[in-house]
């Protein structure tokens, strides 16, 4: 398939008089959201200082002015910038200056958070009612390697960064995932995960254009506003990440669940059981893929991926332990499923063959070459593969635990957590050990049910896949985990806090698998 730019893709849709974008009770043509386009294109070039970088900041919800403005971004030469509103203060500020805005186009409700700080003499507009003079339909040429977006890192790890996003870079995964889906014109895309993030433009705005199919908007995900959104609007292809996936599935559940034109569902990071519940109570096909706002590695789950697998990597995708660099054995499981090389096994995702499509941080060398590194791409995700191999996530390199001398991942043992009906939601991490190396701590959220410590005990010591090492010293209880507004945990935080903290913690004693209350505190 050869490389579209988002311009090319706008063009294709100049004369569609056919709904383009829906949002709440308002529809557009596509024709009507290309020619808006072009006319904000057109103050776009009359405003921007074009000796600088022309870039220009966005700080709202899933609204048809953030489509628009990302249309007259790609027709004017112009770079958008996402930014997320739910940063604030001097983070938030930080994010302006670091991408070099030129200007900040705001909703409303949002420009009370820009009041006051210190954004470098950079202008503050009304996104709403920002004029758009008439201007025709007169784009600058693009390329698939021209910049288009700068769209932060959701932060996990350290300030968010911002990953240039090429015309290519969007418009490709866009195409493909159409073609891939055979959607079209018939088609109604339904887009709720927040627009200042990849997996909205890339896996949502992006696939809708390409197939010349609707775009319905949310402001915001809502759990409960699911279904009757996308019965509302015919939506018939969503994407999503995985925790708000399992929002959805928590909802109650009604008889008629089923009846609704949904056929796709496409995104990442969905656990495995919500994959099954939420194909059998919706009636349609869940597809989950790995991948990361940058860009450098993706693949996706197929029929035949065993459950709790992310799926076979590509030819050019390749498991390397990171410290020596060579690629790393198959896992090896004994009798009770347990990885039994975990050391040999366990490495980092890294294409072997290049960037992809990682274009590179903006204004931030030492990260890119932390990700290109002898001309490959290196993500950070740890993973094990099977003899067959089906590669299993295994956390982050800075999720890696050290106990006894053993190196640990934190997902493996997330997911046995996660298989108590009393457990909705799960983090592990690591706290000092007093000696030397780590302790595995765990914070858990229970579904409504009490959880007794010496039930939890229990069900632990009938995990036969649950090493001795992976045992968590401590858990501690919590309403919710914290999250960024993309929905990733913030473990740095709860580390950070370790048994310094509020809520209920258990201790296990030795090696048995006995919990007492260690403290307990509002």
Known sequence: MSVPTVTELLLARAGDERPGLRFEDETYSWAEHVHASARRAGDLRATLEWDKPPHVGILADNIPAFSVLLGAC?????????????????????????????????????????????????????????????????PVPASADDLLMLIFTSGTSGDPKAVRCTHGKIAFPGAMLAERFRLSTSDTVYVT????????????????????????????????????????????????????????????PRPDDADNPLRLVYGNEGASADLTAFEERFGCKVIDAFGSTEGGVGFARTDDTPPGSLGRPAGDVA???????????????????????????????VNTAGAGWFAGYY??????????????????????????????????????????????GTAPIER????????????????????????????????????????????????????????????????????????????RRLSAEGLNCPGVIWERAGQDLAYTTLSSSS
């Not at 204004?363 to 299993?392: K, M, V």
Request: aromatic content about 8%; some cysteine.
């Open 319 to 349: 498991i390397l332990h990171p410290h020596t660099g060579r690629p790393c054995p198959p896992a090896v499981f004994d009798s009770d499923g347990r990885l039994a090389n975990a050391e040999e096994a366990v490495g980092e995702l």
């Open 193 to 252: 995960m927040p627009m200042f993030h990849s997996n909205a433009i890339m896996a949502g705005w992006a696939v809708g254009l390409a197939a010349g199919a609707g775009i319905a908007l949310r402001r915001r995900f809502s759990a409960s506003g699911f279904l009757p959104d996308v019965r509302k609007f015919g939506a018939t292809y969503a994407n999503y990440v995985g925790k708000p996936l399992s929002y959805v599935v928590a909802t109650p």
């Open 363 to 408: 204004r931030d060398p030492e990260a890119d070459s932390e990700r290109l590194r002898g001309g490959q791409f290196h993500t950070g995700d740890l993973a094990y593969a099977d003899a067959a191999g089906f590669c299993y996530f295994a956390g982050r390199l800075g999720d890696w635990l050290r106990v006894d001398g053993e190196n640990l």
């Open 416 to 491: 046995i957590l996660l298989r108590h009906p009393a457990i909705a939601d799960a983090a592990v991490y690591a706290v000092p050990d007093p000696v030397t190396g780590d302790q595995v701590m765990a914070a858990i959220v229970t579904a409504g049910t009490p959880l007794d410590p010496a039930e939890f005990g229990r069900f632990l010591a009938d995990q036969p896949d649950l090493g001795p090492k992976q045992v968590p010293r401590y858990v501690r209880t919590v309403r919710e985990l914290p999250r960024t507004s993309t929905f990733k945990v913030v473990k």
């Open 74 to 138: 790609a027709f004017a030469g112009a770079v958008l910038v996402g930014l997320n509103p739910t940063r604030r203060g001097e983070a938030l500020a930080r994010d302006i200056r670091l991408a070099d805005c030129q200007f900040v186009l705001a909703e409303r409700k949002y420009q009370p958070l820009l009041e006051g700080l210190d954004l470098g003499g950079i202008g503050v507009r009304d996104l709403e009612s920002w004029p758009s003079a008439s201007a025709p339909i007169d």
